[in-house]
């Protein structure tokens, strides 16, 4: 009865989570902002995806992962994964937007990140990707660049973590994606 009732209650969590973050002032993000990007997928996910910060088109609708490096993401988790975004959960470590997306600085991830991991207790995944060195760096407090540990499994209460590039690195560096797939594929086996 209990499991039935906190699968019940779960995506109302989120909900009151999401509304919380709407009204925060924690850091001068919330000064800049447009809209908060909370996050979003399945609420009941194996696996969430977290990355950096919103951008232009994020701030813009509310969605994370929707511009250029979202589209690359979506590509990925559809033809590398065969899941679609409705099937994973897509987050970030700030829910503001840095102005001219510069990297969150240590004390607006550090404000943001209960919600965060508020966000990954809810959700209970089984793996979580980190995209890009911020995203790990800001989780798991270790500054190491994302080129030696990407591919690697690391582990955050009982969740495996696996950090791989930022997709917006792979744009600008497509032959990373050689490795991002593998990644990927890593991903793909232990789900
Ligand atoms: N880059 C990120 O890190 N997060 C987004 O939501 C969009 C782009």
Do not use: W
């Not at 490795?179 to 990927?184: G, H, I, R, S, T």
Request: with cysteine.
């Amino acid at each position: 009865f209990s499991s039935n009732e906190k699968t019940f209650n779960m995506p109302n969590e989120l909900k009151e989570l999401e509304n919380i973050c709407k009204n925060c002032t924690l850091c001068d993000l919330s000064k800049t902002r447009t809209n908060i990007v909370f996050g979003e997928g399945n609420p009941k996910a194996k696996l969430m995806f977290i990355g950096e910060g919103p951008g232009e088109m994020e701030d813009k609708t509310g969605r994370p992962f929707v511009g250029r490096a979202g589209k690359l993401l979506t590509k990925i988790i559809e033809n590398v994964l065969e899941l679609s975004r409705e099937d994973v959960y897509i987050a970030n470590i700030v829910k503001c937007r840095p102005p001219n997306n510069r990297v969150p600085t240590i004390e607006e991830a550090e404000s943001c990140k209960p919600y965060l991991i508020k966000q990954i207790d809810i959700i209970n995944p089984k793996i979580l990707v980190c995209l890009g060195k911020t995203a790990f760096m800001y989780l798991m407090n270790n500054n190491i660049p994302i080129s030696k540990i990407r591919g690697q499994i690391f582990e955050y209460k009982g969740k495996k973590v696996i950090p791989t590039y930022h997709p917006s690195f792979l744009l600008r560096n497509p032959s990373a994606k050689k490795e991002a797939y593998k990644d990927f594929l890593l991903i793909k086996e232990l789900l």
